[in-house]
């Protein structure tokens, strides 16, 4: 398989449910993400976490683990030819993380962890930082450098390959606002390609039943189109074929048969914005 870039010239996207689960389920999304990947200039990144360990309430489903959350993240690669991305919550799962995946997230609330940053630039593997819910864009400054210093110092040649996402900031209690300064603002600060997290902009965290998170979907596609006509280079979207019945932010993910259509409108949006 061809190494990933984050492309800064065709706009990529990156998708998946929020949690693994089931192979039948990882597969059914996997493989619908194939065929969409043939109409996106810059292709898809298949994502699910093996281990949600930011959950709001502590009985909550968090996903299969370390080793079995790989193994099934390989066989949806193997299946379907996309690049996998997953989450890493502490430095001593990247070195197995980048065994498998091609591609190692950062979670929001974990982007100033300096050891966790520094341990998966030293994998070698493309990293993704989401900005902290907090954080002003050029705070994410320091965060890429943590990632190239680890790249650098693990004796990799060449640029470290690091995106920084935007994913709303915190506004008021339980609600999130996306400031579209933010992603231009980001990019020249950190010089690294901009993400915008669509679905995660929309959460409403502690606000579902039960003290679990809500979410408004409805505002998914205007934030994507807005976010593609400032010119992000990558959107990162989670998808569910029954968002009700996910096991994590279900109110928050697309449906998996909305998915296309909001797509094939971003891009065009996104390519009518570069010219």
């Not at 995946?101 to 050891?115: E, G, K, N």
């Not at 020249?188 to 995660?200: G, L, N, R, S, Y």
Request: proline share 7%; net charge negative; hydrophobic share 40%.
């Amino acid at each position: 398989m061809t190494p990933v870039r984050f492309r800064r010239d065709a706009l990529f996207l990156i998708a998946g449910p929020c949690v693994l689960e089931d192979d039948a389920l990882n597969l059914r999304v996997g493989e619908h993400l194939a065929r969409l990947a043939e109409h996106v200039p810059g292709g898809i990144i298949f994502k699910a976490s093996f281990d949600k360990a930011n959950r709001s309430n502590a009985g909550a489903f968090r996903g299969p683990g370390l080793d079995e959350g790989l193994a099934a993240l390989d066989r949806v690669r193997s299946a379907t030819g996309l690049p996998i991305l997953t989450d890493v919550h502490l430095p001593d799962q990247c070195a197995a993380a980048g065994q498998v995946a091609d591609v190692l997230q950062i979670p929001a609330f974990l982007s100033r962890q300096t050891d966790l940053l520094v341990a998966a630039g030293a994998t070698g593997k493309p990293v993704n930082v989401k900005k902290g819910q907090w954080m002003h864009p050029e705070g994410m400054r320091g965060a890429i450098a943590k990632v190239r210093d680890g790249y650098r110092d693990a004796g990799h040649k060449g640029d470290a390959q690091v995106a920084a996402t935007e994913r709303g900031t915190f506004f008021g209690y339980g609600d999130l606002v996306v400031d579209f300064r933010a992603m231009p603002r980001m990019r020249e600060a950190c010089d690294a390609p901009v993400i915008f997290d669509a679905t995660h902009s929309v959460q409403q965290p502690g606000r579902g039943e039960g003290g679990t998170s809500g979410g408004a979907r409805e505002f998914i596609p205007p934030l994507t189109m807005a976010a593609c006509a400032v010119g992000v280079d990558g959107l990162f979207m989670e998808t569910h074929p029954d968002p009700a019945h996910a096991p994590s932010d279900g109110p928050n993910m697309i449906p998996l048969d909305k998915l296309d259509a909001l797509i094939l409108r971003a891009v065009r949006v996104w390519e009518t914005a570069r010219g």
